[in-house]
């Protein structure tokens, strides 16, 4: 599976960004989805997740101003970003979870990274004051 991250940029605070995610490789619906984000010095973090049966988990800090949606018959997974702030700021990566993604465990913490088996390259978002 390859994932392709986009829609990254430089914004002011207030202000909205979409990013999406490309798949290719294998036929999109049988896994998970996710989304992270890393700023500067700070660990990888869990954004925003969509299972398999359309189940959607938030990071309780983008609840309200994040959406995640996926496309199925475009393979693509997008991320709505609004009322972006400052601390928003960090690369973004998309993320597949194929194995994980049907399990219990998967679904009482689908923002964990040790789910997700492949990632994009991340793209860069950046929120000014």
């Known amino acids: 599976v390859q994932l392709q991250a986009s829609g990254g940029g430089l914004v002011q605070a207030g202000g909205s960004l979409k990013l999406s995610c490309a798949t290719s490789?294998?036929?999109?619906?049988?896994?998970?989805m996710g989304w992270f984000r890393q700023a500067p010095g700070r660990e990888r973090e869990g954004v925003a997740s969509?299972?398999?049966?359309?189940?959607?988990t938030y990071k309780d800090s983008v609840k309200g101003r994040f959406t995640i949606s996926s496309d199925n018959a475009k393979n693509t997974v997008h991320l709505q970003m609004n009322s972006l702030n400052p601390e928003d700021t960090a690369v973004y990566y998309c993320?597949?979870?194929?194995?994980?993604?049907?399990?219990?465990?998967?679904?009482?913490?689908?923002?964990?990274?040790?789910?997700?088996?492949?990632w994009g390259q991340g793209t860069q978002v950046t929120v000014s004051s």
């Open positions: 993320a597949a979870d194929l194995i994980s993604y049907h399990t219990t465990s998967y679904a009482q913490e689908p923002l964990l990274r040790q789910w997700y088996d492949y």
């Open positions: 490789g294998r036929t999109f619906g049988n896994y998970a």
């Open positions: 969509i299972s398999s049966d359309g189940t959607m």
